[in-house]
């Protein structure tokens, strides 16, 4: 007959090309080829999960699905068998002989431009289909029979991945496709059943399909086909069948962590991308922070089959605690190519995933505070990077803010911007806010006193980040922010209007005393001014509302940056014995050391260090004996 004789035929050039390519391609992605061939499988086994609807006689009386893997030692041979499907001649001279995809074709395109070196990373972000398997075999062979056709019309198509293929007709009884892949003699590892099955469970655990391994059951001597993969693809089950257990046993497996997430976020995006989303919230305890060497977790399915972490590309970094991943229901394999050249599609998912997070945290900061108030203190620090990283989502940034603050007890920071506000006396216009190096320096702060006295919240900030966050923020439902180590914070209040008179009015009588207060120390300071706002502390150290604060200057000379020595506005506390004390003293000698020993003191807790500290205890302890 005819139809039985082999016929061998060229592949088309652009395939040669590709095939060419993956010969001489480093391997170092070549695992993607079973990637390939399961989705293949899976693809073949919904194609006609599908069109058996409308014609169940295409079944043949089997009705269970699944993709069989087997290795065979002696021959050296990976077979990946489904009962999808399957191809008929003309089916497999098309696709397997042609390059019909665009994607593949744009690849084609790309690696012309590309040095052989780069060359296999890119076959692994593009997913180059069936002849990823050239990778790894130095021979294919597909047998396969199209569903309810004649077991006669089963084809054999056979291809050592140069520039000829042959395909004859055989008998194939069941139905469904097999790739029987003959590994290259440098390849043979794969043909462990550990390694081969690890691999399987890495790319297509998730598969809705059964995937099936030969075993030997070695008591019993026998072999037996047993699943390897989950076969179940959480995200894609309706929310409502989905208990709080299996999210969390879930988020557990997949992202191997020991700890229950705090919360999750499941949804189904429709539109020009389609696409499922299934975030987690983490417990702090089982994230790694501030290693940024360390990728994050949020994983690209397409149709279920894993194709890579994109947190780098999807997930601003303020958000890097989140893991999860996105399912997209129609973008080909090919996704890889377009979210790795930053294109429209990626902003645009970055754009609606950064959304959904924030949304989704705004909304457990109303429905659950405290499961809130979990998620500040584990990742509030990281959340502070937002409002410079991410001008577009600032306002729902701020709102997600807390702080430690005058008007709470302990170190916690769990005061909202809203709370701050409706706890506002009216006139008060200005959110005011101290940075320090730490909660204790925050909170005994001189700046703090007279707000102490008028009972004016202040909020604490003394986080690293916090003063290079607040170079971002502005305000807060038309109040400005208003640091109070600025010299400037009283003015314009009308709550601290009153106080702010008598220091105006007052200094005029202090001003010779000031004057040689500013003789002594005048490479040091800019003025010096009396003030009734201070109560415990004799004075304090102020920068000028246009000068960069002490916290700041000291974030820049942490990474190595020179900054100009600041200049302060020196502030006496006009009832304070020490200052009272030293207005006396006539001996411009004693009276220096005095002078320069209370600024020392205000250097000491505005900069949180002094340069020689040991002369400023050798100058106290002198004062102190003489
Ligand atoms: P893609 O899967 O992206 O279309 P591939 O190169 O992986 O590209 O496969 C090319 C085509 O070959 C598929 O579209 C499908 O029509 C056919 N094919 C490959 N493997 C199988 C299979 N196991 N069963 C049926 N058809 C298959
Ligand atoms: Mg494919």
Known sequence: MEETKKEVLQFQSEVKQLLGLMVYSLYSNRDIFIRELISNASDAINKLKFIAISDSSLYEKEHDFEIRISLDKKNKTISIRDNG?????????????????????????????????????????????FYSSFIVSKKVIVKSRLAGSERSQGVLWESEGTGEYSIKYEDKVDRGTEVILHVKEDQEDLLSHSKLSNIIKRYSNHIDIPIKMKTVDRRENRTFWKQINLATALWRKDKSNISENEYREFYKNLFKDSFDPIFWMHNKVEGT??????????????????????????????????????SDQVVPNY???IRGLIDSEHLSLNISREILQKDENVRKLKKQITRRILNSLEMLSKNHPEKYQMVWDGFGSVLKEGPAEDISHKSSIINLLRFSS??????????????????????QNKIYYLTADNYISAKKSPHLDCFKNQNIEVLLLYDRIDEWMMNYIFEFRGKEFQ????????????????KNDIIISDEK????????????LEKDIKDVHMTCRLEKYPCVLKTDKNEMSSQMAKLFSSVGQSVPPIKYDFFLNRSHPIINKIMKIEDENLFSRWVKTIFNQALLIEQGYLKDVNQFIIDINQLLSS
Not at 299 to 308: A, C, H
């Open 319 to 321: 958000l890097r605690f």
């Open 509 to 520: 009588i202090f001003q010779p005393f000031l004057k040689r207060v500013k003789m002594v």
């Open 406 to 427: 005058t008007f709470v007890e302990d170190e916690q920071q769990t005061v909202s911007l809203r709370e701050y506000c409706d706890r506002a006396e009216k006139g």
């Open 85 to 129: 499907i399957g191809m008929s001649k003309s089916d497999i001279i098309k696709n397997l002989g042609t390059i019909a995809k665009s994607g593949t074709k744009e690849f084609l395109k790309f690696s012309k431009d590309c040095d052989k070196k780069n060359i296999n990373q890119l076959i692994g972000q593009f997913g180059v289909g």
């Open 273 to 310: 991308q389609e696409y499922i989303s299934l975030m987690f919230i983490p417990s702090k305890s089982s994230i790694d922070l501030w290693n940024r060497e360390k990728k994050g977790s949020f994983y690209l399915y397409v149709r279920r089959v894993f194709i890579k972490d994109i």
């Open 483 to 498: 640091s109070i180590s600025k010299n400037d914070s009283f003015l314009e209040d009308t709550v601290t209007q009153r």
